[in-house]
């Protein structure tokens, strides 16, 4: 349990921020379902930036925002409410962001899947997916049929166009095919959903990164750097279909510690990369290496390098922009160093 945990804010000048959270955790782990009564006090994921008029940051988290609205406190929602610009890492309400960002994932032109995998994982890829395509009507909550959500359309949603994708997306693809992930499909993440609000109340928007600079990092892997990866993550999903094994870290756990205010930085790095964790104690010494540099290539590229970039940029408007308020919604994660 984190008794004070230390966040050093990365932008330009370092912020020294204390969090006590140990005694108020314990007991949110008692009630993750209403909100707790003083909890409209506390401070969880906002920093504010000391100038005139103030500016924020805040710690989003890529989960249904229905499952944390109401965890939120008060004092964030208003700065939220009050800020006259509001920044995200992606644009992720312009139509150009999702078009590039599926551009970026697929092979080059002419190429396919089955071309490019040892066959014996193209097999298990495939057949996985047959599994999930056959399952996922039975995954949907009856709340997810009612608002017109259909098991075919929400699979050609997600997979439809699998054999064109990068095998990198492919492995992150069929990590969010489980059954938790899809029950959590048709309400807005919480990111999209402050986007979306963001424009209903007419604020200015922006981004502090280009969908490039998310995708090309993923697609920098090497081959069989990535054919481990996926290899990993087909053993992990068939192992979970044998049901002899749990994911160790699943989104309930991740909306939990979002709740509770608890940075720990394992479980929100995960969710700031994007991107499963393969090292695993049982691995064989030279596999357990493999998985070792992939989490440091991942760390570099998509934390560290990251991290100086945005900084950068939110050092930038600041200063370009002293009479504005602006509110900076990033991944949680990306605040614990
Ligand atoms: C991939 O990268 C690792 C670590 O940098 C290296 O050991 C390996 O030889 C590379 N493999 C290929 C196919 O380039
Ligand atoms: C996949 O991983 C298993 C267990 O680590 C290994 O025995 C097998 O050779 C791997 N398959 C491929 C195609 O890399
Ligand atoms: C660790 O790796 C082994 C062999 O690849 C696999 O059977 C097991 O499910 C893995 N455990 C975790 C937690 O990933």
Same mark, same amino acid.
Not at 245 to 250: G, S
Not at 278 to 283: K, M, P, R, S
């Given at each position: 349990m984190l008794a004070s945990c230390q966040v050093i804010c990365w932008v330009g000048i370092l912020f020294l921020f204390s969090l006590v959270l140990s005694t108020w955790c314990e007991c949110c782990t008692y009630s993750a379902v209403s909100p707790l009564p003083w909890q409209s006090e506390l401070n969880s994921f906002l920093w504010t930036i000391k100038r005139d008029p103030p500016s924020y940051f805040f710690g989003t988290i890529h989960v249904p925002y229905t499952r944390v609205w109401d965890f939120i406190p008060e004092n964030s929602k208003k700065a939220f409410q009050q800020s006259h610009i509001v920044y995200f890492e992606l644009d992720l309400t312009d139509p150009y962001t999702i078009s590039a960002l599926t551009s970026c994932q697929l092979l080059p032109q002419g190429e396919n899947l089955q071309d490019v995998l040892p066959r014996d994982i193209y097999r298990r890829l495939k057949r996985h997916l047959e599994y999930v395509k056959l399952m996922m009507p039975s995954w949907m909550t009856p709340d997810q049929r009612g608002k017109g959500l259909y098991a075919d359309y929400l699979f050609n949603a997600i997979a439809g166009n699998w054999e064109r994708k990068r095998p990198v997306w492919v492995m992150l693809m069929v990590n969010s095919l489980t059954e938790v992930d899809i029950k959590s499909r048709g309400v807005p993440v919480l990111d999209l959903y402050l986007a979306q609000e963001a424009e209903r109340l007419r604020k200015q928007t922006g981004a502090v990164e280009k969908v490039e600079e998310q995708c090309h990092p993923l697609n920098g892997l090497n081959f069989s750097q990535v054919i481990f990866a996926l290899n990993q993550t087909l053993l992990q999903q068939e192992s979970l279909r044998a049901g002899s094994?749990? &994911?160790?870290? #699943?989104t309930e756990d991740l909306i939990k510690h979002y709740n509770c205010g608890d940075l720990s930085s394992i479980i929100f790095n995960h969710d700031t990369s994007q991107v499963p964790n393969? &090292?695993?104690? #049982?691995?064989p010494a030279h596999e357990r290496i493999t998985a070792q540099e992939i989490d440091s290539y991942f760390r570099q590229e998509l934390i560290y390098k990251r991290n100086e970039r945005m900084g950068r940029r939110v050092k930038e408007l600041l200063e370009e922009y002293p009479d504005k308020s602006f509110f900076f919604a990033f991944g949680a994660g990306m605040w614990l160093r």
């Open positions: 094994f749990q &994911i160790p870290y #699943t393969f &090292i695993n104690a #049982t691995l």
